[in-house]
């Protein structure tokens, strides 16, 4: 099947977060991270501001780009058989679980998008959490079911009925981006959550300095995996009429490996002496001594809400 890329306005987009037709076209471009083939098109709406794929593929041309190296597929904590990874991953796995006790210590937790369940293994380890998940890949699934002992459901979160008044907390760690709806899975979400509950939701930042420096490059857009990206105040607009308040917004995880993969990204279309300078950089960045020297910058745009990720906690009230 031949896709054509449009250059100009698009009459016929339909954008899932308002339901307005007609869109513009942002840019097109390859699977930079899995670098699989195929070329792929983000749009904004014209209405909202809501940037998404256009054409939308169907899950079964999507799930080909899902493959077992990709970032959410990786093995449980105590099979990590690097000691430095295993310190890293703890690192970033015990932020999550803090940032989300804040808000609630304990009860029933639904993570949707569990992956190989990185998450649901930490709270697994705190003790106090009835622990659920919903996971499309069925390795993955399976995976956590055997290795944890957590309930899995092994479908699309859109497929999935959730029982209403039922969850404490529900995550979704960098899952939204990937839904096929985005505003019925909230709805979803709203709606299964026991009154005061909280949804946590983390989601590629448009705001952050990255997107900005890297354009078409920064790993946010993560093409054709992510199908939607919203601007803060239309993320914001659509959770507050789904019946949210929002207790925090931050951002906390994953500002290293983001960048990393932003700059790389950038060196594949690059030639010559700036593709070697690039390289450079890149070598002294993963470097322990580079990650020292970008320490600041992490500093920085975390502190300042310029991160590439952006976690929302949300109350149902
Ligand atoms: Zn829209």
New binding site residues.
Partial sequence: MTILYSTSFIPEAI?K????TGATPVFSGPDRLMCLPGVFQFVR?S????FYQWPKLPWDELQKYYQGDYDSYISALADEPSRIRRWLRRRYTLKMRRFVEQFAQNGVLLDIGCGTGVFLEEMQMSGRWQLHGIEPTTTAANYVRQRFGIPVINSLVEQVSLPDCTFDVVTMWNVFEHLSDPKLVIQKVYHSLKPNGIAIIAVPNYESLSRVIFGKYWCGWDLPRHLFILPST?LLELVKRTGFTVRQHKCFIGTYALLGHSLSFLQQDLTGSKQTALSILQKIYISPIGRLLFYPLQYMTEQTGLASIKVWALQKT
């Avoid at 209405?47 to 809501?50: D, E, I, R």
């Fill in positions: 954008c977060i308002c339901n307005h709406c209405y909202c501001g809501t239309t």
